[in-house]
């Protein structure tokens, strides 16, 4: 087995513009001419006796081999990134990275996340929160929240956190329904809406609410938006439970209609299986089951 090893400012110019797939966006990275960058690649390309990139006219794309590299020498810097900054951050000695939908983070992870960090205060958790899924060894991940039906190939995956939405409001707006309603009197209300648009007409079906409109009231595509909508009294919006349970408990909002409706659907942990050799991704995925259960 050989021991050549290329220079690391190559290595470095073929990962900068792998990773950006330009050479242009890889020289300003580095602060240098995007024909130092070229240079460097071409001569990593000539070492190796591979053909790493695919060079078109305006565009740049890896080869198979390029593709291959560019995975194991991405995980390798991340290692040599989080090995420096585990002995220069005074303590912190390692750095997890977690991917996860916005509104997960938003309304289950972030807020109990304190108390991860109560626990393990040596370990530094860096959230992407993104509705993009990520790619493991490309992107650095360690662990990813993804929702769906589970089961996904070559990868660990633990159901977390189950899907059961409940139509929510504040508590000025559910005074006007009066005791004990009936699921019939959101007929006088606004629904709010959001990505997933025909969860309520799952809901009033399953609550027998056949006089209300499933279609009425604002679509919000993007964001929190349908949530923000409801905590300024616009309407109902319907919640996962588990991301609201807290504010419902200390009556910062109501869930007036005590009908749940399940899916099949829910955020899973998913992982490759060799992520739990690291003791920090360990720790965390401990700590996620513990608290889901909880």
């Known amino acids: 087995m050989s ?35 070229s240079l460097q690649i071409r001569d990593l390309e000539t070492s190796l006796g591979v053909k790493l990139f695919e060079r078109k006219t305006r565009a740049l794309a890896l080869t198979a081999e390029g593709a291959d590299y560019f995975a194991t020498l991405r995980a390798a810097f991340r290692l040599v990134r989080e090995a420096t900054a585990a002995i220069t951050s005074r303590g912190r000695g390692a750095i997890l990275s977690v991917t996860c939908t916005a509104g997960f983070a938003t309304y289950w992870l972030v807020p109990r996340l304190s108390r991860f960090e109560t626990l393990h205060p040596e370990i530094d958790v860096r959230i992407s929160a993104s509705h993009r899924v990520l790619d493991f060894r490309r992107d650095g991940i360690d662990l990813a929240i993804r929702h769906g039906l589970g089961g996904y190939e070559g990868l660990v995956s633990e159901r977390l956190v189950d899907d059961e939405l409940v139509p929510v409001c504040t508590p000025a707006l559910a005074a006007g329904l009066g005791e004990k309603p009936a699921p019939n009197a959101l007929a006088g209300f ?32 993007h964001g929190n938006g349908a949530y923000d909508a409801m905590k300024a009294g616009h309407g109902f919006a319907l919640m996962r439970r588990s991301f609201v349970e807290a504010e419902l408990r200390e009556g910062a909002l109501v869930a007036p209609f005590p009908i749940g409706v399940a899916s099949r659907l829910a955020f899973h942990l998913v992982y490759p299986g060799p992520a739990l050799e690291r003791p920090a991704v360990a720790a965390f995925r401990r700590w996620l089951l513990t608290e889901a259960k909880g």
């Open 3 to 37: 021991d050549y090893l290329p220079s690391l400012s190559a290595l470095r110019a073929f990962e900068a513009a792998a990773r950006h797939l330009s050479m242009t966006l890889a020289a300003k990275e580095l602060n240098v001419t995007p024909g130092a960058v």
């Open 190 to 221: 606004q629904l709010i809406h959001d990505v997933y648009r025909h969860d309520w007409q799952l809901w009033l079906e399953a609550a027998e609410a056949a006089v209300v409109d499933p279609s009425r009231g604002p679509i919000f595509m």
